[in-house]
């Protein structure tokens, strides 16, 4: 599949082999949804606290569930929701801690965490790992073409051959 850009040059997707790298991309987005939660759950708990006249049937109350056991039960399951995301965070965060310590190159590890788990931006990693544009296509290309994070390798002989 081939996008065109503004200027008619076409971009052809890069294929990414790498099982692993899905994995880490996951975690931002989960991240997101229990931040969500957290904010639906304090929105809940303000408006428990500030029912006026929805406490019982008073008149303007409309129909529907009113009171502190509509609230408690709107909380209830926010906190239920947010639970199961925690779980599910927690357990993504074990594994993409595994991948990355599973990667021996202390620059690779370090590009993943950075690009892949957090979520940064091409030039934002470069200047962080104060990284060239060669070195840092040479490491993405590495990880996208290794099977996992285990099998990325990075020599600096390697490395060095190939700019020559």
């Known amino acids: 599949m ?3 850009t503004q200027k008619g040059k076409r971009i052809i997707p890069a294929r990414v082999r790498n099982r692993d790298v899905r994995k880490l991309t996951r975690i931002p987005g989960l991240m997101s949804e229990i931040t969500r939660l957290e904010q639906q759950r304090a929105w809940q708990y303000d408006r428990m ?6 406490l019982t049937g008073m008149p303007g109350g409309g129909n529907g569930d009113k009171g502190y056991d509509a609230a408690f039960a709107a909380i209830s399951e926010t906190d239920q929701k947010h639970g199961e995301q925690v779980t ?10 595994n991948i990355l310590n599973s990667i021996e190159d202390t620059t690779v590890r370090a590009f993943a965490a950075l690009m892949y788990l ?12 104060c990284l060239t544009e060669w070195e840092f296509r040479r490491i993405k290309r590495a990880i996208e ?6 099998h990325v390798s990075i ?3 390697d490395m060095a051959s190939e700019r020559e």
């Open 49 to 54: 606290f500030s029912i006026t006249q929805h």
């Open 88 to 97: 599910e965070y927690a357990r993504e965060m074990n594994e993409a801690e």
């Open 2 to 4: 081939e996008k065109e």
């Open 145 to 150: 073409n290794a099977p996992d994070m285990a």
């Open 118 to 129: 957090c979520g940064r931006s091409r030039n934002q990693t470069m200047r962080e790992l």
């Open 155 to 157: 020599r600096a002989q």
